[in-house]
């Protein structure tokens, strides 16, 4: 149980363009939704909480007009990089918490999604 | 504010050898810790995590770590390593959360390690 997708898991785009990462919740609720970005070889940087029916919550430094996200229901958050750069190619990732797994603090982590901007 | 540091970004041991992965945080408040694992161009999977009581803490694949509050430190171990341990390990931190939801993860730069034969 408590498994987290992500789609695309690979994407190329040109510069400019618009891409949307999705990351479900297969067999829990998630009502709590986190953004992260990896950069090569380096830690998992926090870009911004989401929860289920509410704007998201983004860390500082990061910009909301840029990385769209949208937590529409308890099983699906999306992360929407706009007008994207070179610079915002990195590995993306989410992770989801639930409401039946409150009291476990877990956060389960989904496989990630690479972006590549040309 | 919580913070945490990981001692070496490249740990290399030999097959069979003991592994010790070093972690150390900083909270002003009881905090939850957590060991993850990643393989290349993949997610992360939890080894193990602290919350309350027994501070020796087992988890997967025959890795442990131990809370140490007067230390500040949740190190992770594994007596034999195996080829298969090579990897990303992450530690990171969080706290209770008194309101219902879910507080954010605060990870290490992370360490590599390297197993050789």
């Known amino acids: 149980g408590a498994v987290v997708s992500q789609h695309p898991s690979r994407v190329i785009c040109k510069s400019g363009t618009s891409v949307k990462i999705e990351c479900r919740s297969l067999?829990?609720?998630?009502?709590?939704m986190f953004w992260y970005r990896q950069f090569p070889k380096k830690s998992l940087m926090l870009m911004a909480t989401?929860?289920?029916?509410?704007?998201?919550?983004?860390e500082q430094g990061v910009e909301k007009d840029k990385f769209l996200i949208n937590h529409a229901s308890l099983t699906l958050s999306t992360l929407t990089v706009t007008s994207a750069h070179p610079e915002d190619s990195s590995f993306y990732i989410c992770?989801?918490?639930?409401?039946?797994?409150?009291?476990?603090?877990?956060?389960?982590f989904g496989p990630g999604t690479r972006l590549t901007v040309l | 504010a919580q913070s945490v540091t990981q001692l070496g970004s490249h740990v290399s041991v030999s097959e069979g050898a003991l592994v010790l992965l070093r972690c150390n945080y900083s909270s002003s408040v009881p905090p939850y810790l957590f060991w993850y694992v990643q393989y290349p161009n993949q997610g992360l999977q939890l080894l193990l995590k602290y919350t309350t009581g027994a501070t020796l803490v087992k988890g997967i694949n025959g890795f442990e770590a131990e809370f140490k509050k007067s230390e500040t430190s949740f190190h992770l171990t594994k007596p034999s390593a195996h080829m298969s341990d090579a990897a990303e390990y992450f530690c990171?931190?969080?706290?209770?959360?008194?309101?219902?939801?879910?507080?954010?993860?605060?990870f290490g730069a992370g360490t590599r390690l390297a197993v050789h034969p």
């Open positions: 067999d829990f609720q998630a009502t709590t």
């Open positions: 989401s929860n289920e029916g509410s704007k998201a919550t983004y």
């Open positions: 992770s989801a918490a639930g409401s039946g797994r409150a009291r476990s603090n877990e956060q389960f």
């Open positions: 990171a931190v969080s706290s209770r959360s008194f309101s219902g939801g879910y507080n954010k993860l605060i």
